[in-house]
C-alpha cells in the first residue's frame, strides 16, 4: 500500500502506541545482527522513553485512520566536545508496505526539528554497517561517516 508523506500526520508516541511500536521494532531487529526482538524489554523501553519527554521522545507516522506505521526515537545527551546538547537517534523504522513515499524523511525531519528545539547542535544515529539500503538512505539524506566505531558492554 503506497502511501505519500503528505497523507500522513506525524506526532509524538503515547503509550497506547507501544504494542504496535514493537512489531515495527521487531522487523528492525530482524534486520540488525547485533539486536533481537523482545517484545517484554522493548515495552519497558518504549514505556520509560514515553515516560521521560526531559530525556527524549519518539516519533510516530500515522495514516489517516490512526494506524502507526513509522517510528524514530531521539534520546538527549551532553556534548563535552561541543558544550551543547547532542541527540543519539535510534529505531528509526517504516512499516515495509509503506516505503518509498518519503515517509522515513519525514519523520526524520520532524524529529531533527524537535532535536534543534531542545538546543541540540548535533544528532547522531547508528547503522548496522551491513544493511546497505539503509546506509545509502543515510548517505543521501546527508548523513556523514565518522571515524569513530561504536562499542559496547553489557552491565
Known amino acids: 500500500m503506497q502511501l505519500q508523506a503528505t497523507s500522513i500526520s506525524i506526532d509524538n508516541a503515547v503509550a497506547a502506541d507501544i504494542p504496535t511500536l514493537c512489531l515495527l521494532l521487531e522487523d528492525l531487529f530482524g534486520i540488525e545482527a547485533d539486536f533481537e526482538a523482545d517484545t517484554e524489554a522493548q515495552q519497558r523501553g518504549l514505556a520509560m522513553l514515553i515516560a521521560a519527554p526531559d530525556r527524549g521522545i519518539i516519533k510516530v507516522a500515522r ?3 490512526g494506524k502507526v506505521i513509522g ?3 531521539a534520546q538527549l ?3 563535552t566536545a561541543q558544550g551543547t546538547p547532542a541527540a543519539w537517534l535510534e529505531d528509526m523504522i517504516v512499516d515495509k508496505d509503506y516505503r518509498h513515499a518519503g515517509i522515513g524523511r519525514t519523520l526524520l525531519d520532524a524529529i531533527l526539528q524537535w532535536c534543534k ?3 541540540v547542535t548535533r544528532a547522531q544515529i547508528l547503522v548496522d554497517t551491513e544493511n546497505t539500503p539503509a546506509v545509502g538512505y543515510y548517505q543521501h539524506l546527508g548523513w556523514q ?3 569513530l566505531q561504536a ?5
Open 63 to 65: 495514516t489517516t485512520e
Open 71 to 73: 517510528m524514530v526515537s
Open 77 to 79: 545527551i551532553i556534548s
Open 117 to 119: 528545539d531542545q538546543g
Open 145 to 147: 561517516p565518522t571515524q
Open 151 to 155: 562499542r559496547r558492554m553489557f552491565l
